[in-house]
């Protein structure tokens, strides 16, 4: 690799990084524009994500017995079954989850990077899609 290639590498990792990917309620700027400072942007940043990833995770799934059940009498409707539980799963469950996430940071006095809101937010669905495939609330 030539040096022009790691600082363009470089500079495209950090336009990523900069990224305002919550919007800002509040008007003190400080060194880091993206880092998220107060509880509802810290909540909000974390539950955004886990809704995204949880749709991103369901549609295909949906879509997917929509083909598949089209032509059953009673299974066509299952996806929507499917596309309800990527929607309420995270309203119910991410709403709480990532409260506490941002209830953790804020007591701490520590400010969130939108990355930060980024890997809670999808770790979330991962967990849930995690212990989906491996059945274990079928053994308890």
Known sequence: MQDGDYSSNAGFVQQILSLNL????YGDHTANHTALTHFSEM???VFL?????SLIFHLPA?????FTLR???IARFMPIGIVLMGVVGPVCGGVLT?????????????TMMSLEAFVFGVG?????LFISFLRLLATL
């Open 43 to 45: 909540w909000y940043g």
């Open 22 to 25: 919550v919007p800002r309620q």
């Open 62 to 66: 949906a879509l997917l017995a929509l």
């Open 124 to 128: 979330q669905s991962f967990c849930i």
């Open 71 to 73: 032509q059953h009498k």
């Open 98 to 110: 990532s409260a506490a996430i941002a209830g953790v940071y804020k007591a701490a006095g520590k």
């Open 49 to 53: 994500w886990a809704a995204v990833s």
